[in-house]
């Protein structure tokens, strides 16, 4: 919504859309803090760091910056004005101190951010072979859950299908973020990139293995392969986003 309004020069029914927008994307932050989930908080952090930078690249493409800076000081003030009551009557910052900074703090003074987890993730590096162990290693050797989604496809099959597996990722993330940024004006551009994204920020600190977050991830890129860019890069034609 906010690129719209920057590039389209207009924001005629569109500043009631973003407000609602605003209101659950809280909404579904709060329901991290409260969740007490460190993974999950880090990967709202992350997904919000990309999808800055994807946003910001995507202005400079349409050389809408000096519009953008224009406008983003009245965007600013908008997201103050939403976000400042919501944060007073939820108390945000007493669930984000009690359900995430105060399990970073108590980590750091143990010594151990990982939760243990560092060992299984060195030994299953160790064993993994070619070709791993086989499903019911980690319920055999380590009588714990990985804790990790790469960890856990490497202890169970092994190096050679982890590493088609991150090179799947690779070149997904790839297509999904020229998609994102050469895109016209299509709305929803950015959330095959930041699915992809937030499957494999998530799986670096839990196994997400056919879950939600594998599934939309997996759903939405594989909608790219029928998709087309229209616009031209500089010195290119149209840029086809390749079936995934």
């Known amino acids: 919504e906010i690129e719209n309004i ?40 992350i997904i919000f760091l990309i999808g800055l930078v994807l946003f910001t690249l995507s202005l400079f493409r349409k ?9 983003l000081p009245a965007l600013a003030m908008l997201f103050i004005a939403v976000l400042v009551p919501l944060y007073k009557r939820t108390e945000a910052s007493k669930y984000l101190y009690m359900n995430i900074i105060s399990k970073f703090y108590t980590k750091a003074l143990s010594g151990d951010l990982l939760s243990g987890r560092g060992i299984v993730w060195y030994q299953t590096m160790k064993d993994a072979g070619l070709f791993g162990r086989g499903n019911n290693y980690f319920d055999e050797f380590h009588l714990i859950t990985p804790h990790n989604t790469f960890i856990s496809i490497l202890g169970r099959f092994g190096w050679v299908p982890l ?19 050469y895109s016209s004006m299509n709305r929803y551009k950015y959330i095959p990139v930041l699915t992809c994204l937030c499957f ?7 196994v997400v293995l056919f879950q939600l977050s594998m599934l939309l991830a997996f759903f939405f890129n594989g909608r790219l392969g029928s998709c087309r860019i229209r616009e031209a890069v500089p010195g290119k034609a149209a840029i086809k986003v390749g079936g995934i």
Do not use: D, H, P, W
């Open 6 to 45: 920057i590039v389209t020069r207009s924001s005629r029914g569109r500043l009631l859309s973003l407000m609602v927008n605003i209101i659950m994307s809280s909404f579904f932050v709060f329901l991290v803090f409260s969740s007490g989930s460190r993974t999950s908080f880090l990967t709202v952090i």
């Open 63 to 71: 050389k809408s910056v000096r519009f953008a800076a224009r406008r």
């Open 200 to 206: 494999v920020v998530l799986s670096m600190g839990e």
């Open 163 to 181: 590493l088609v597996f991150l090179m799947f990722l690779g070149v997904t993330s790839y297509y999904a973020s020229r998609y994102a940024i």
